[in-house]
């Protein structure tokens, strides 16, 4: 039968992995790892029946505990976990039609846990040369495919980093935290923030630069109503720009900055709340769109457009820099430079090495391909000191350090108009 099919090809679990790479880490974390779906061999079909997708439940539920018997899964998951893993597999089974091996594997490697909580152990127990720690994450890994919320940039519009002169290269200090440099700033630049469960990532680093930028420029821009709105960001800036993304499904840190200089203002977040929820640790979990653009503020009694703050000429010569033709070496300067003479700077990167990050220095992040937006606001020669948008129970209370290979791309604003003023009554 294909059940039988099914899980005589399973096979053995695969070996825990090395630690040369993310990716050793990944299968060492998703439990058996990877499949060679070539391996299997079987041709009976399924193209409909008496339920939605190819299978029925009773059959899906006992397909998956043959094979948590079969691969030794079952060993590694809590009883939480492994009812989570379950249903993410009956779910990601329902939603497949074609060879019902193919099938059965896909799900089983989407479904799986991120990180178990025996898995994140071991890990940490055998760090090799892993210079971070890693924390449980039991939500299923295909569901992180649609959180992290930056859309891709091709090649072509990325512009080259500019060369570094050596007077330039004098002036850069060796180590830098924006933080120390503007003090009347600092709760302004190291403010922590959850995206909840949206795909918000590159309105929250946009703003994080700009919140920060603004304050640079006018020091009474600080204190718990220095924010912009992540909510009206997110509902309003991807429609302007003839975007076709919900915000909460993509979006760039560039056209958040053109959106200012060509369309206009954005509200404090006192004029319009976040809309997101969800705990960090939810992150993963759910997935909600942006509601609709407001049309005005939370609190009827004020006014939206008097109530906007317009940093010009930030989107002026806006630019997303990479590698393109610039040496690593060139990129790194780059920001170097703009993060230590301007402020913070939003950047791109692969988000899935950071979802079971807990502590110390991210330096499994060179690999993949950005799909992620954060804020850099300091560097070593060896890392940045970095802000995430998951909340201060994620990572160092909200803060991570990543080794610079994990830098993609930044994203340079044009400068503020010197001597702006921005009014928080």
């Known amino acids: 039968s294909p059940l039988d099919a099914v899980i005589s090809k399973w096979g053995e679990p695969r070996p825990a992995a090395g630690n040369s790479s993310w990716q050793e880490l990944v299968d060492a974390a998703f439990l058996a790892g990877p499949f060679d779906v070539t391996s299997f061999n079987v041709s009976e079909e399924f193209s409909g029946s008496e339920e939605p997708g190819w299978m029925r439940d009773e059959v899906i539920h006992e397909v998956f505990h043959s094979l948590m018997e079969v691969s030794g899964d079952k060993e590694w998951l809590d009883d939480e976990e492994h009812d989570l893993f379950l249903e993410h597999f009956l779910k990601r089974v329902k939603a497949q039609r074609g060879n019902s091996t193919v099938v059965v594997t896909a799900a089983l490697g989407e479904a799986r846990p991120v990180m178990p909580k025996k898995k994140a152990g071991l890990i940490n127990e055998n760090p090799g040369a892993r210079t971070f720690k890693v924390a449980a994450v039991s939500t299923p890994a295909y569901l992180a495919e649609s959180m992290f919320g930056l859309s891709p940039v091709s090649e072509t519009d990325l512009a080259d980093a500019p060369e570094a002169s050596s007077s330039t290269r004098d002036l850069v200090p060796e180590t830098f935290d924006a933080r120390e440099a503007w003090p009347a700033c600092r709760s302004v630049i190291g403010h922590i923030y959850n995206q909840g469960t949206c795909g918000s990532c590159w309105a929250f680093a946009g703003l994080n630069v700009l919140d920060s930028r603004m304050c640079i420029t006018d020091d009474a821009f ?15 800036v991807n429609e302007a720009m003839g975007k076709a993304a919900n915000g909460c499904d993509a979006g760039n840190p560039f056209d958040l900055f053109q959106y200012v200089e060509e369309k206009s203002g954005l509200p404090l977040t006192s004029c319009v709340k976040y809309f997101g929820h969800g705990e960090g640790s939810k992150h993963f979990g759910e997935k909600h769109p942006a509601p ?3 049309t005005a503020c939370d609190d009827p009694a004020t006014d939206l457009e008097s109530s906007k703050l317009r940093p010009l000429h930030v989107g002026r010569g806006v630019r997303n820099i990479g590698w393109k033709d610039a040496s690593q070496e060139e990129l790194i300067k780059g920001v170097k430079k703009a993060l230590s003479s301007e402020g913070p700077l939003s950047y791109a990167m692969n988000g899935y090495p950071l979802q079971p990050y807990k502590s110390g220095i991210m330096n499994q992040a060179c690999e993949g391909s950005p799909n992620h937006a954060v804020t850099a606001i300091g560097y070593t020669a060896e890392v940045i000191l970095s802000v995430n948008s998951w909340g ?24 503020i108009d010197g001597g ?4 928080l009554e």
């Open 222 to 236: 600080t204190g718990p109503s220095a924010s912009l709105s992540r909510g009206y960001a997110a509902s309003c």
């Open 292 to 294: 609709p653009c407001p």
């Open 392 to 415: 201060e129970g994620w990572g160092e209370d909200g803060y991570f350090r990543v080794t610079w290979c994990a830098l993609k791309y930044y994203t340079h604003p044009g400068p």
């Open 420 to 423: 702006s003023k921005f009014p």
